[in-house]
Structures are given as C-alpha cells and as structure tokens.
C-alpha cells in the first residue's frame, strides 16, 4: 500500500552561515551614540529542489524509501526483514508545454524490493512495512489533472489509486506498519479500495461548494489482475475487472491566518460494486475455515467513516 504518498523532489542543499557584526565595549571605543548603524540581517535563503527542467514545465521527483523490522518477540520464529522502495516521477506544466490553462499530466514509477518481515515470521495478514507489496518496477501513476471554473473544481483521470486520494492523512505515516501508514487498514478489509502502487483506471473530482465546506467523489476500477505479482502495470485492460469502487468525503475546513480553533471535520465513505469474498461462507454455504473450500464470493458492500 501506499503511502504518502511518497515525494522527495531531486534535492539539492544549500547552506549558508550568516555572522552579525559584534562591537566590543574597550577603553578606545567611541561612544555608544557613535557606533556606525547594525548591518541588517541578509534575506533569509530558501532552499529549493534541483529542478533542470522547471522552465520547460517539467518538475521531477525521487526518494528512497527503506524499512528495517525484526520481532523481538513473538510471531511464528524470530527474524529481521529489509524492504525498500525507489519512486521516480515527473508532472508536466500543460499550461508552459502546450498552452493549455490548469493542466498537469502526472507520471510515477515504483521499483520495490526487498523481504516482508510479515510474511518471514510473524504469521499475521497486515504488512509492518509499509513499502511491501508489488515487488517489481511497477507503473504506478499516469493521469492528466484539471482545474475548472477558476481553481474551484478539480479533476484528475486516468491510472492511479483510491487510497492516495481519500481517507490519507501525512499523520499516518509517523507509524512503518501498513496498520496505519498509508491509511487505516480496515478499509482494505471491508472494501475493494485500490492501493498504492497497484494502479488501475480511475477518475475523480474535488469541487469547492463554499469557502469552508467541499465534495470530494471518485470511481476506481476494481481488477484482480493488477494485484498479481507479475502485473507491472503497463497492461491497461479491463478484461478481468469485477466492478468499481465509488469513494466520497465531504470536508468541513477552517483554517488560515487569524482563525481560532482551526481544523478539518470529514464525513466519508464508498460504495463497493465489485466482486469480493465472503469472510465465513465457502461456496457451499458451509464454514470456509473448516470446510477447507474456496469461499464463495459476493457481490456489493458499503462503509462510513468520519475524520477529524
């Protein structure tokens, strides 16, 4: 699953040390009165990301992410696991390329690597690495973003994922485990919610309804190919998909300069038209986990969530 995500833009760094002038108080300084005036401060210098590109409209991104975890105690024995994750990406300034106004074409490709400590040692279903999963060089982004009606709807299709668009929050990812980190992990529990970097066509939309208040929906394909780990995302079918998932959130935001009590209130959910299979029931209508049969599968599930 994904994460956050996930940006770290070609960084180059730029230090710089700054010494204010000291005027010591001896016998042969001049009177205070006669100081010659402070030098004022230099302008603070900002760092900013090594963009060759920039003025043709392209910006770049890479970052490595790597995940040590060992179990100290417990699980099936104890072992220590690496993963890691290479993320290059690009955005393209539609506007400065081609001249078309609020357009960016968005391009990211993940190479992951590495052993899941999970999997190794520990018996449970939830990776404590967050970067595990799709263990291959692997098209994870490929979609055009417009922004409409003067920046106040904002639209983006094409090939990505639903979890970094809802229910994410850069909080998440204070903790490794995907128990968390990129979002809670129930939501691909009870629903179809494609993740990070497993991409799939999609589309979604943000419209800004007041100052404070705005929608947010958007429909992803739901395929089981694309989790297979020999997909690498460059087979754009939908030969195998099984249906949809429609997430939603309706954000109630305050914040910005002088405002008291700032926070963001979100009511969200989706709606799961896709195939999935049945927790208890195998195809028989037996008891899967005691029947040792292939559960059966079903068809349409719902959820609700609220963020604060």
């Keep these: 699953m994904a994460c956050n995500f996930l940006k770290g833009a070609c960084l180059a760094g730029v230090a710089a040390l700054t010494l204010s002038p000291a005027f010591a108080q001896d016998s042969n300084a001049p009177a205070t009165d006669q100081l010659p005036p402070a030098l004022p401060d230099p302008a603070p210098k900002t760092v900013k990301p090594f963009q060759p590109l920039a003025a043709d409209g392209i910006t770049l991104d890479l970052s490595y992410t790597g995940e040590a975890a060992t179990n100290a105690t417990g699980g099936l024995r104890r072992d220590a696991a690496y993963t890691g994750q290479i993320y290059m990406g690009a955005n393209f300034d539609l506007d400065r390329i081609a001249g078309i106004s609020g357009g960016t074409v968005h391009f990211a490709v993940t190479n992951r690597h590495g052993d899941s400590l999970s999997a190794l040692a520990l018996g449970n279903n939830t990776s404590v690495q967050e970067v595990w999963g799709t263990q291959n060089t692997h098209l994870a982004i490929l979609t055009w973003e417009q922004t409409l009606l003067g920046g106040r709807l904002w639209v983006e299709a094409g090939r990505s994922q639903a979890n970094i668009h809802f229910l994410n929050s850069p909080l998440y990812c204070n903790f490794q485990s995907n128990s968390t980190c990129g979002n809670p992990t129930f939501v691909f529990k009870n629903s179809n919610f494609t993740y990070f970097p497993a991409s799939s066509w999609m589309a979604h939309a943000k419209v800004k309804l007041t100052s404070t208040i705005t929608a947010h929906a958007g429909v992803y394909e739901v395929n089981p190919d694309r989790k297979r780990n020999e997909d690498n995302g460059f087979n754009f079918s939908t030969r195998s998909a099984t249906g949809v998932i429609i997430p939603w959130e309706l954000t109630y935001a305050?914040?910005?300069?002088?405002?008291?009590l700032p926070?963001?209130?979100?009511?969200?959910?989706?709606?799961?038209?896709?195939?999935?299979?049945?927790?208890?029931?195998?195809?028989?209508?037996?008891?899967?986990?005691?029947?040792n049969r292939q559960a059966r599968t079903l068809h349409g599930r719902s959820g609700l969530y609220v963020r604060c």
């Design 254 to 260: 305050r914040e910005g300069a002088g405002t008291r």
């Design 263 to 291: 926070g963001h209130y979100i009511v969200g959910g989706w709606f799961d038209r896709a195939d999935y299979a049945d927790p208890l029931r195998d195809d028989q209508d037996g008891i899967a986990i005691l029947s």
